[in-house]
């Protein structure tokens, strides 16, 4: 499916009206924005791609799919506000389509999971985290790809000062024990994440 008809396809699953063509154009502009490396229209359609495949894991799938399309619609490395400021602008739009309140909230509450800040609860927020973490279990070439990218993201933070806060969150993500939350995605992927992990953590080191 083309990336303008997913759009329009997710606002007729949420039974929305559609918000403004400028909307689509911008998120599309933000995730094509030079200063982006790994978090681009790519890492949408690779999200994508692990959502069409797990979908039915969802209690509200199309609530799922559109805040895939939030979950990195601000990505600015220079701040810590990033998801904050897209879950906002999702709550916006929903708003202005008709949206419930109810609907809103989880939306925004799935935007804000993706900060991997603590552990997601409910359905739809570990379907969310792990299809967002799936490029940890990607292939080597893949995986290394995406270091390097990440790395370009961050180009203006002094090389110590990378390392030491990239080992700080793979720490994190191989002390929780498993890196997926849902059963589909650690036979998918978790022995590739923590071989990946554990290798990019002896490379930092």
């Known amino acids: 499916m083309k990336i303008h008809e997913r759009w329009n396809a997710v606002w007729t699953a949420m039974v929305l009206r559609p918000p403004p063509a400028a909307i689509i154009e911008q ?34 799938p199309a609530e799922v799919e559109l805040a895939l399309w939030f979950h990195d619609a601000i990505y600015d490395t220079h701040r810590k506000d990033s998801e904050e400021r897209s879950a906002s602008w999702a709550a916006d739009v929903l708003r202005e389509s008709g949206a419930r309140p109810e609907v809103v909230r ?31 279990g990607a292939p080597t070439e893949r995986f290394d790809e995406y270091e390097a990218q990440v790395r370009q993201e961050y180009l203006w933070v002094p090389e110590v000062q990378f390392r030491d806060g990239r080992q700080k969150i793979l720490r994190a993500l191989i002390a929780r024990g498993v890196v997926y939350s849902t ?23």
């Open 27 to 60: 998120l599309l502009t933000n995730y094509s924005d030079a200063g982006r490396f790994y978090h681009t229209v790519n890492h949408l359609e690779e999200c994508f791609s692990y959502f069409d495949r797990s979908r039915h894991l969802a209690t509200f």
């Open 106 to 136: 989880r939306v925004r509450e799935l935007v804000l999971a993706t900060k991997h800040d603590a552990k997601p609860i409910g359905a739809d927020a570990c379907l969310l985290v792990d299809i967002d973490l799936s490029i940890l």
């Open 183 to 205: 059963e589909l995605f650690r036979n998918w992927l978790e022995v590739n994440a923590k071989a990946n992990l554990m290798r990019s953590l002896t490379r930092l080191e």
